[in-house]
């Protein structure tokens, strides 16, 4: 019988140099799911996935990979792994064709096979046309899609994917997502961290939200948003007025650069009484996001 | 800190490394295969011709042929060192190579030596691509100078060992230039290459020696072109193998220790 449970950590954590990255995190996830870590620059996303890569030791608690540990099973884990890297790693020795190829290799796929899939995954990614050309020939966004494509040679069960879509224009993200869309529908398991959260929201069936290496949420984006924002979110010019006004009817805002935030259930009523009472500038309302969850819990300082 | 001198884990999966290293010399072959024919042209008209013309011979042996076993001792180093350091460093910090292939079930012990493995082979490759002219130019002895061939392959190993051990501790690709030029450069001079080591005061010859690689290869290289047998091969061989284990072993360990984090 098939496990049900693709990756289990319990109490994760990774230190070095005297800094602990990941802070005694525990997740579970589950075959077929797309999974998602999400959390501002330095929140341990990077090294939670390599250690479910198999290329950075864990320094405690547990983990499992298809039922194995990774320092135990190493190869055996990695055989059955795709990883997209967050940094471009193609080999700027060989074709698009040539890395494929290449890549198949190393997971001791015979070469009538490893010939048949590359061809067959340049088509997957649309660049059958550029089949021969040398990779630093090609653009950032195809460069994105032939990493995708090689993360895909060895028919992995679990592909991990390390901010699959930075530095992509609209249309090449909107293509990556397609496919992994394509890939999930076939039953693959994914797990990907990403700094863009329409595309969480998009692709994530569950997700976390880390800071400074441990688990703030989890939960499916639609939930995490109502759970902890609301359904909608009025905005508001900054101004003297607004904020003294607010303060004394006791309705809860935030103040966010030069506008004032309200999170509500019902934004009609908000926007009347603000109108009504509150000689407003411009009133904006729309949806909550996962954008509004990830700030109220992360804050709004700068990370680097 | 982890031991140096732990013995790594090395599976059969090396030689896919050494596979798409070997795939890539022979696409760009022709950048490859001519600086080794010119540079055994270089020095046997530069030194042996010219030198040679004033200093006709040494201990009885044509000045040329004295030399000749330097050149191919020489290019073992060379091809070996440098592929293992500029060329090792290039696809481990700039190309990201190492990173890409761990994701795979190729461990890091695999990669670094899959890495020494190919340094050794091109070694191997320049001596056979040089013993064609050197022997043209009659001045090697066949056939007991084919033996250069296994000869250069374990000198490769040697000096890819060596080479991959400064990669792993070299904060970036231009402190490289240290020991190119402060070890390999004064190695190809002092280790009885081009005057024999017995012109050195007696504690420069016990300290070449006993800390010159290059000088046990150039030793055993002479013994098969000229070719003169000696039983001190058996002390020259030990000092190499012995050599080649203890930075070969560290080399994976420091490499380890630099990209698993």
Known sequence: ?304 | MQPFFLIPRITRRAWKVWHRNLVVFVRTWHVNFFPPLIEALLYLFAIGMGIGSYVKEIDGIPYVNFIAPAILAIAVMNSAFFECTYGSYVRMYYQKSFDAMIATPLSIEDVIAGEILWGATRSVIYVIIMLPVLAAFGVISLPSALLAVPLAFLGGLMFAGIAMCFTAISPGIDTLNYPSFLFITPMALFSGTFFPLTLLPLTLQYLALAVLPLTHLVAIMRMFTLPAFSWTIVLNLSWILAVTVIFCVAAINLMRRRLII
């Open chain 1, 1 to 304: 019988m098939p496990i049900s449970v693709i990756i289990e950590a319990r109490d994760l954590i990774k230190t070095y140099n005297g800094v602990t990255a990941v802070d005694g995190i525990s997740f579970a996830v589950k075959r077929g799911e797309v999974f998602g870590f999400l959390g501002p620059n330095g929140a341990g996303k990077t090294t939670t996935m390599k250690m479910i890569a198999c290329v950075s030791p864990r320094t405690a608690g547990s983990l499992h990979v298809f039922g194995m540990d990774p320092d135990e099973k190493p190869k055996e884990i990695k055989q059955q792994l795709g990883v997209v890297p967050q940094e471009t790693n193609l080999d700027p020795d060989f074709t698009s064709y040539g890395n494929l190829y290449t890549y198949s290799r190393y997971f001791d796929i015979p070469v009538d096979a490893a010939d048949k899939k590359a061809e067959e995954l340049l088509e997957f990614v649309q660049l059958q046309e550029k089949r021969d050309v040398t990779v630093e020939k090609l653009s950032g966004g195809m460069k994105r899609r032939l990493i995708l494509a090689r993360a895909l040679v060895n028919n992995p069960a679990l592909l991990i994917l390390d901010e699959p879509t930075i530095g992509l224009d609209p249309q090449a993200r909107h293509l990556i997502w397609e496919k992994l869309r394509l890939l999930q529908a076939q039953g693959n398991t994914i797990v990907l961290t990403t700094h863009y959260l329409d595309e969480a929201a998009r692709l994530c069936d569950r997700l976390v939200i880390m800071d400074n290496g441990k688990i703030l949420v989890e939960g499916a984006p639609a939930d995490l948003v109502k759970q902890y924002v609301g359904h909608e979110i009025v905005e508001v010019e900054k101004s003297d007025e607004v904020i003294l006004c607010l303060s004394t009817m006791k309705i809860p805002f935030e103040v966010t650069g030069d506008t004032v935030q309200i999170a509500t259930e019902s934004s009609r009523e908000i926007a009347r009484t603000l109108l009504d009472r509150c000689q407003p500038g411009t009133v904006l309302t729309r949806p909550a996001t996962l954008e509004d969850v990830f700030l109220k819990l992360t804050g709004r300082t700068l990370r680097e």
